[in-house]
Structure formats: C-alpha cells, structure tokens
C-alpha cells in the first residue's frame, strides 16, 4: 500500500515537472501566431460592413497586398484610441499648428479620406467633431458640426484652413459670412494667415470670391478650388478632387480579399437620375437597344433625390462591388462623386470625357480638360467621348479572363491609394511653403 502511495506521488511530481517545462517552452519559445487578417469598410461603414462579412482567406501567396494589417473591430478601436493619445503627445513637438474649420462637406472627404483622419465622436450628426494628426512638422485639427459657429468658439491657432460650400447662391452667402468673420479676426491679429477649401459652382461661376483673394487686396493667402476652374495656376489657385459623397454618408472603403478576387457577376453599373434631353438618356438607350442592360445593374430615376437611405446606401454599395465597370455619364459637370466612388470599390470608371456648358475652360486649349487633375495623375480609367462607344466596350469584358480583371483592379485601387497620398503631401507641402516656415503657429 505505502509502495502504490509512493509511485502515485512520484507520478503526480514527474507530470508536474513535464507541465512547468512545457509552460516555460510556451512563454519562452513559443511563435505568437499574427492576427487573422479581415479588411473591410472603416469607421463609417456601418451596417455595410456587417452585410458583406469577414473574408478571411490567406492573401500570402499575392505578391501586392497592402492591406494585410487591418485588424478585428476591437483591434481597430484600441488602434484609434491610441492614435489619438499620440496625437496628444506630440503637439508639444509640432513645429506648426493648422486648424480647418470644415463647413461644407467635402472637408469631411479631405480629413477622412485623404489624412486619414479621426473625428470624435463618430456620430455624423453631433453638434461638434473633432480631431486631431501630425503630418511632418505639423499639427492638424479638425472641428466641423452645426456647434462650429462664428464667434462662438475659441481661436487656439494662428494658422487655418476654411472649407466652404459655395456652389449656390444660399451657400454663397453662408460661406460670404465665414470669410467676413475670418477677416476681422486677420485684422485684428487673432489670425496670421488662411486658406480656403471651396467646392465651386459646377459651371465655375466663382467670381463673388475674388474680393477674398490677396492678390487682389484681401486675405484668402490659398485657394484649393474643386472642378476645373480656369484660375488654377498652382501658384496660389489649385485644384482640388470633389471625391465621394460624404454629405450622403459614403464611407471609408477598405479593399477586402473578396472585392480584388472575386468574379463580380454585373459587367457594369448605373444607379442614378437619368436628366430630359441628356447624354444619361442617350446612356440608357444604348444599354437597352443592344441588351446590355441585361448584363448590368441599371435603376434609372427621374428625379434627383438628395437624402439616402440606408437601404439606398447599401443597394448602391453592392451595385459598386459586384460591377466590373461603373458608368459615370456627365452631369452638370463632367466630374461627379460617382468616379471615386468606384474606385474605393475596384469597379472601373467609364467616364464620359466632354465639356459641360459653363466657364470650366476650354478643351481645345487645355488638353487635360476636363478632369484634369485626375489625368494628370494618370487615372485608369476608360474615357469615352460618346456612348455609343459603349456596346464595344462590353463586349471586350465578355472576352476579359478574371485573372486580367483582378490586376486591372489592383492596379486601380492602388492608384486611388497613391492618389490620395499625393494630394495630402501635395497639400501639407503646400502650406509649409507657403505660410508656415519660419512661423510658430
């Protein structure tokens, strides 16, 4: 009996040694497996993010996929979280301080999208957001919301970028009212210097702003002008993308494993407002005199409708993710948030490349226009002049393998990318070169 106690005992201590020595390999040695990985929509994305799911197929044999860091929800939050407390901690070594004042919303295109920026809280009808980003030298701060009011809050910067609405006479005046109220404050020191971020009337109508202008005796140091306004000299006009429609809540798209390798089973796609006597009319009486309307997604309204749904908002979504092509017929300017739209989907633009009635300049003289900010950046898009280029066009994607459609996308959203990263070192150096060396703000 007191033998079997003895060899029980000595059993029990030899498995515990074997435990310890196994724990201490693990702590010691062990290989910490990485995250799965899982991108999506960003912050933003809402209800669109839980309908298209989590992919989590391996990418490892790809040799271009940048997007292989994106983590789990929670992850994301604990990396927002910590972005904002290094925000924090740097400001007392920003050389510089700007601050945009974001009263149209394009400027929420300009903050999330091209900085990559943060804005709390989340909720896009709080009364006041903010964030925060250091780019170089530099601090970015961010306020928007109805809350942002004249004189109703504090000036802690001496440095700020305004964006205005003024593409009709109603914003025209709302935004008038901005740049009087920024005047007093550069005459009486409050302010040292200002630019603007305007998104312009779609017939570059924007004369009511030259008074603003200190070339011409006022205080608007830069202007960053959206469409192709001929008073872009890159000098002190420039011009600036119009991006997605962030005012009907379009979000920040990350590419998913599907959305690169996928087969998409609509060969294009058109959701919008089909316009009497207008090339959108022409569009669909092609789609529909050779059939192809049966290979894409079409839904055709007749009247402009400015509030979405979430149901819209989805619908509209999927018709980008599951499309090879998205169709983008001119509007009242030839530059509309469908073109990047489509590309934070990998679907391909096929953009309607003439001159829209208005002052946006001239074609025989400006080989680039219009769009041609984006030309010259060497978009991948395909460019039509009429649209019964279309059913040729087609019919070459019937005969595109998947493999080709796949770099053909990877080629687009890597584009969109680098696109997005120029404009903000293009903007930041901007600034710095032109108001903020040798200035402490």
Known sequence: MRLTRRRLCSLLFALYCLFSLYAAYRVFFGRRLPPSTSPGLRRGAGPARERRGRDQSSLESEEWNPWEGDEKNEEQQRIKTSLQILNKSTKEHADHSVQFWGKAAVGLYLWEHIFEGILDPPDVSAQWREGKSVVGRTQYSFITGPAVVPGHFSIEVNNVVLVLNGREKSKISYATQWLLYAQNLVQTQKLQHLA??????????????????????GFVELLFIIYDSPWVNDVDVFQWPLGVATYRNFPVVEATWSM????????????????????????????????????????????WQPQETNESLNNYQDALLQSDLTLCPAGVNTECYRIYEACSFGSIPVVEDVMTVGRCGNASVHHRAPLHLLKSMGAPFIFIKKWTELPSILEKEKITSLQEKIQRRKMLLQWYQHFKTELKVKFTNILETSFLINNKG
């Open 196 to 217: 603007v971020v305007l998104l312009g009337n779609e017939h570059c109508d924007n004369d009511w702003i030259t008074r603003f202008l200190k070339r011409n005796g």
């Open 260 to 303: 690169l390798y996928d087969e998409r089973p609509y060969a294009c796609n058109f959701l919008g407002t089909v316009y009497k006597n207008s090339s959108r009319q022409t569009l669909m009486n092609v789609l529909k005199q050779y059939g192809n309307d049966k290979l894409c997604w079409v839904s055709a309204r007749e009247q």
